[in-house]
């Protein structure tokens, strides 16, 4: 025991802080012989949005940026290449397109014999990898003339790449494939679409995706990507917002079944995060939708999260025009949600149930809960949720809905909406906050004082904002990290009441962002987590099966008399370990006393994970893992022992029953 001491003050002084004085130590118990409530396996999840092309440019794993050329300026994206050697002209035309839902294609006319054709720039450039192989498919119609079509990668700096040569089937439409291999890495690559030879060529939906997708499915999602998602092993995922799904006005709201069934025929939309911050702008936001809900069910399934879809419930976002569906005219609304239930869930043979089973997926995917709006509030919002739960319930009671608690964790929309949605029992109610470290610090037991019989909650949006909120000079450093940290030792705590949490956003561009922090950050290679990401992680894989109680005694304190070091704990029943979360938010190192009550004899050396650094510091592509776990070990020779809290840390601890 005195040596072990020892160990731990020696540990404290080399990292340069003092222990807090004079208050006689903080202590941690953690009654281990007195499990309580589960912890829901939804407890730690995602929250998807197609905010910080996270969607189009990310997730989706489309190279091409408006490969349909349906984005209101049809050539956006693209740049017209008539050298000076060659003739003819590059010109956006309707008339005959190879789909009607797809009307505008490009026609290339050549009077000469130099190449002449367009450039796509991509999502901020075109991300190719040497070696790699790329999947180019466009429908292309020689209309006279027998031109060759071909297809360049071609570096930031000018030099080709790849080069492959589309062969053309037949007269009219047809879809034609080719195959692009790199002979160099290009974060921003260019793709070019040429015709070598007199005559006139229709080209549409020009994409290209690397061959290596996510589970190789072609059209699929970015691989890297998605495996950060499943390493976070999240227990569900919203999707797909967020204010997308609410609109900035109704015409551009996010309609599930315009977003299933072929990609060809799922219309581009403007996303409202392209002009919602005059700050960052982005005129070339769209959604293609080739992420679409079946997509998203597929992912869930790929990485075991329970599906968690949120639909408009007929109003626009509050924050712009608040366009309202007339209570007498919701019924399509309603109605899209119950259709959505039945495309999930329902049999081969159902309407709905069927164009899942065409889409390659007969069995269903098992919904089990639906949000109804996103940040809503006001009576508008009450008496259309009452509309949809009743017509939901009474078709499908099993299916547990997700009400709005608006867009603030505090205040006179939230205050109203909480006892309404106690009134009509809602099952969950969606929490969202976004708000400085300190307030986290400062409200980790907002949920010890949480109704016990009410709705559940799902903190469904937070993450701490270093500055303020939609400030662009946010920043994902640790301070912020930790203070989520510990504000999730309190949901952990309250597992009877809090049932699930979502950090948000989730992802962002280096180069092409609307909103930060974000979880992840990526550009067109590379993709890093957050100091957040791996607090995220580290609940999601320590999480444990049910909440043991802890208590805190003489633990510091701010000037504002809130405290400053946090525990949770819960057990693991299969592994049989106790699991120990602490954050300590001071910046001086912490010997605190341990107890551990219900288990005599623990295993030694218990497993420690640690996060600690500045709080200033970030992770970056260059250093992705500067601020991340790391994984050690520490004697323990009974129930009682000192442990040392590195200064501004989240540690772990792993006790399991010695044998
Ligand atoms: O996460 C970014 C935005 O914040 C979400 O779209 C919205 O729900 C919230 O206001």
């Known amino acids: 025991m005195a040596t072990r001491y020892w160990i731990s003050v020696t540990a404290i002084l080399l990292v340069g802080q003092a222990i807090q004085p004079s208050y006689g130590g903080p202590s941690i118990t953690v009654m281990a012989d007195r499990p309580g409530p589960k912890i829901s396996p939804t407890m730690w999840g995602l929250f998807f949005e197609d905010i910080n092309f996270g969607a189009d440019g990310g997730l989706y794993a489309e190279l091409v940026k408006n490969r349909g050329f349906e984005f209101p300026e049809p050539l956006m994206g693209w740049v017209k290449l008539s050298p000076s050697l060659a003739q003819g002209q590059v010109s956006i035309r309707e008339d005959d397109p190879f789909d009607p839902a797809n009307p505008h294609y490009v026609r290339i006319e050549s009077a000469g014999t130099a190449p002449l054709g367009l450039c796509n720039q991509g999502f901020r450039g075109i991300g190719v990898r040497a070696g790699r192989t790329y999947d180019l498919s466009a429908w292309v119609r020689i209309v006279n003339g027998s031109p060759s079509v071909i297809a360049q990668l071609v570096s930031e700096d000018g030099v080709t790449l790849a080069r492959a040569t589309l062969q053309v089937a037949g007269p009219g439409w047809t879809k034609c494939k080719a195959v692009l291999q790199p002979t160099e890495t290009d974060p921003k690559a260019r793709l070019y679409v040429l015709i070598e030879g007199k005559g006139i060529v229709d080209l549409d939906m020009i994409s290209l995706f690397p061959r290596d997708t996510w589970k190789g499915r072609p059209g699929g999602l970015r691989a890297d990507l998605v495996q950060m998602l499943a390493d976070l092993r999240p227990g569900f995922l919203r999707f797909p917002g967020g204010c997308i799904v609410e609109g900035s006005d109704l015409s551009k709201r996010y309609q599930?079944?315009?977003?299933?069934?072929?990609?060809?025929?799922?219309?581009?939309?403007?996303?409202?995060?392209?002009?919602?911050?005059?700050?960052?702008?982005?005129?070339?936001?769209?959604?293609?939708?080739?992420?679409?809900?079946?997509?998203?069910?597929?992912?869930?399934?790929?990485?075991?999260?329970?599906?968690?879809?949120?639909?408009?419930?007929?109003?626009?976002?509050?924050?712009?025009?608040?366009?309202?569906?007339?209570?007498?005219?919701?019924?399509?609304?309603?109605?899209?949600?119950?259709?959505?239930?039945?495309?999930?869930?329902?049999?081969?043979?159902?309407?709905?149930?069927?164009?899942?089973?065409?889409?390659?997926?007969?069995?269903?995917?098992?919904?089990?809960?639906?949000?109804?709006?996103?940040?809503?509030?006001?009576?508008?919002?009450?008496?259309?949720?009452?509309?949809?739960?009743?017509?939901?319930?009474?078709?499908?009671?099993?299916?547990?809905?997700?009400?709005?608690?608006?867009?603030?964790?505090?205040?006179?929309?939230?205050?109203?909406?909480?006892?309404?949605?106690?009134?009509?029992?809602?099952?969950?109610?969606?929490?969202?906050?976004?708000?400085?470290?300190?307030?986290?610090?400062?409200?980790?037991?907002?949920?010890?004082?949480?109704?016990?019989?009410?709705?559940?909650?799902?903190?469904?949006?937070?993450?701490?904002?270093?500055?303020?909120?939609?400030?662009?000079?946010?920043?994902?450093?640790?301070?912020?990290?930790?203070?989520?940290?510990?504000?999730?030792?309190?949901?952990?705590?309250?597992?009877?009441?809090?049932?699930?949490?979502?950090?948000?956003?989730?992802?962002?561009?280096?180069?092409?962002?609307?909103?930060?922090?974000?979880?992840?950050?990526?550009?067109?290679?590379?993709?890093?987590?957050?100091?957040?990401?791996?607090?995220?992680?580290?609940?999601?894989?320590?999480?444990?099966?049910?909440?043991?109680?802890?208590?805190?005694?003489?633990?510091?304190?701010?000037?504002?008399?809130?405290?400053?070091?946090?525990?949770?704990?819960?057990?693991?029943?299969?592994?049989?370990?106790?699991?120990?979360?602490?954050?300590?938010?001071?910046?001086?190192?912490?010997?605190?006393?341990?107890?551990?009550?219900?288990?005599?004899?623990?295993?030694?050396?218990?497993?420690i994970i640690t996060m600690a650094a500045d709080p200033e510091d970030e992770n970056s592509v260059a250093n992705p893992t500067k601020v991340s776990p790391v994984n050690s070990t520490f004697q323990i020779s009974g129930p009682e022992f000192t442990y040392a809290f590195k200064p501004y840390s989240l540690t772990i601890l792993r006790i399991g029953q010695g044998s």
């Open 256 to 607: 599930w079944k315009n977003t299933i069934g072929p990609v060809e025929k799922r219309q581009c939309l403007i996303n409202r995060w392209n002009y919602e911050f005059l700050h960052r702008p982005t005129p070339d936001y769209y959604q293609s939708f080739g992420l679409g809900f079946f997509e998203f069910f597929q992912l869930c399934e790929d990485i075991g999260a329970e599906p968690l879809p949120i639909l408009n419930c007929g109003m626009a976002c509050q924050f712009n025009s608040g366009e309202l569906v007339p209570l007498d005219q919701l019924d399509p609304y309603i109605q899209d949600a119950l259709d959505l239930i039945e495309f999930a869930n329902g049999p081969v043979t159902s309407t709905w149930g069927q164009k899942r089973a065409q889409m390659g997926h007969p069995e269903p995917f098992n919904l089990k809960m639906l949000g109804i709006g996103n940040e809503q509030w006001g009576p508008q919002y009450i008496e259309r949720y009452e509309r949809f739960a009743k017509a939901i319930k009474a078709r499908y009671p099993q299916i547990q809905l997700v009400a709005a608690a608006g867009p603030d964790p505090d205040g006179q929309r939230f205050d109203y909406l909480w006892p309404q949605l106690r009134r009509l029992k809602a099952d969950i109610v969606d929490e969202h906050y976004y708000r400085p470290p300190a307030w986290f610090l400062d409200n980790t037991d907002r949920y010890d004082k949480y109704d016990r019989n009410g709705p559940k909650v799902f903190a469904g949006e937070y993450a701490a904002q270093s500055i303020q909120t939609v400030s662009p000079r946010n920043r994902n450093n640790w301070l912020c990290a930790l203070a989520e940290a510990a504000m999730m030792t309190g949901f952990e705590r309250n597992a009877d009441v809090v049932v699930m949490a979502s950090y948000a956003p989730l992802f962002a561009h280096e180069d092409a962002w609307q909103w930060r922090p974000n979880l992840i950050w990526f550009d067109n290679l590379n993709v890093y987590g957050t100091p957040n990401y791996y607090v995220q992680k580290l609940f999601s894989t320590n999480r444990g099966d049910v909440v043991v109680p802890v208590e805190l005694d003489g633990v510091p304190l701010a000037t504002n008399g809130r405290p400053r070091l946090y525990a949770s704990a819960s057990l693991d029943q299969k592994a049989k370990e106790l699991i120990v979360k602490v954050v300590n938010a001071t910046g001086n190192g912490l010997a605190v006393s341990m107890k551990i009550t219900g288990i005599s004899q623990p295993r030694s050396p218990a497993n």
